[in-house]
């Protein structure tokens, strides 16, 4: 997770200072260079996606982080997502010095192949500089596993292989009777097939009963408390920092509304607040 960030090989001759210009290199179309009709173009109630990317990487451009980042949020928030997008969202956090929202958008630009390289090295390069303030997020083997199984795999996977291996096990056991030299080799086959279907299945029906239940985020907030309970009066159980991963249980984070069930990657569970974190995107 720690590793040196190398913008500047992009760019010979720059360095991490002039991070704000990087974000040309990960347009999909020219930024419209206007001079003094940004505004009017955003008086005017425009909310065309690409006009708004436009305007924001412009402000971008100018230093104006967080006007930029009022017109990409905007474009969040019709649905609108892309690489660059994020990208920019990233960068733009990073200068506001909000490092837990810009580890966020450069990991949800990472899943976009045209910046997935940049977003890497922007995430790791963010994720030093919280490692430095805050040291090591511990994360449990057990966790990465179930985050795996959950989230990058899924059950799909699981039911294929399900399905293939009782195949096997009706084939083989009607071969036998067809191939009486093999009888016994045909036998062992059905034998360990049927041993593996076991475990495959079962772990096929519980991904596919939790697939709608979990939900994976991050904590993008200082200062946030995983608490026993909802609510202020309840007792913290661990003062968490930007960049904290958890799965948030969706049943019973409904029956609180302003907090979610957790689960964080060191293995403990609680409660934290919910404007405290952000949740992936499944793309």
């Not at 593996?196 to 009963?209: E, I, K, T």
């Not at 969706?250 to 509304?257: E, G, N, V």
Request: with cysteine; charged share 15%; proline share 5%.
């Amino acid at each position: 997770m720690r590793c040196s960030f190398r913008f500047r090989n992009y760019f010979p001759g720059l360095g991490i200072l002039t991070l704000p210009g990087l974000f040309i290199l990960f347009h999909l179309v020219p930024v419209l260079f206007f001079t003094g009709k940004a505004d009017a173009a955003a008086q005017s109630g425009g909310t065309d996606p690409q006009l708004l990317f436009n305007e924001g990487n412009y402000f971008l451009a100018e230093g104006n982080y967080r006007q930029a980042l009022d017109r990409y949020y905007e474009i969040e928030s019709q649905g609108q997502y892309s690489g660059p997008l994020f990208l920019n969202m990233g960068l733009a956090h990073k200068h506001l010095q909000q490092q837990g929202k810009a580890l966020y958008y450069f990991q949800q630009a990472s899943a976009f192949p045209e910046v997935r390289a940049n977003a890497l090295e922007a995430r790791d390069f963010v994720s030093e500089r919280l490692f430095q303030r805050f040291g090591e997020i511990p994360v449990l083997n057990t966790w990465t596993w179930r985050y795996r199984l959950l989230f990058d795999t899924g059950f799909a996977p699981f039911l294929f292989l399900s399905l293939l291996l009782f195949n096997i096990c009706l084939l083989g056991w009607a071969a036998q009777w067809f191939y009486p030299k093999w009888r016994t080799n045909l036998r062992y086959a059905v034998l360990f097939s049927f041993l593996a279907l076991l475990p495959v299945s079962a772990s096929c029906y519980w991904l596919w009963s939790v697939s709608d239940r979990y939900e994976a985020g991050l904590v993008v907030q200082e200062q946030v408390s995983l608490r026993e309970a909802p609510g202020m009066q309840s007792r913290v159980l661990l003062e968490l920092s930007p960049g904290f991963r958890f799965v948030k249980d969706r049943d019973t984070s409904k029956l609180q509304p302003g907090y979610l069930n957790v689960q964080l990657s060191n293995g403990m569970s609680g409660w934290i607040p919910a404007e405290s974190a952000r949740m992936f995107i499944s793309f």
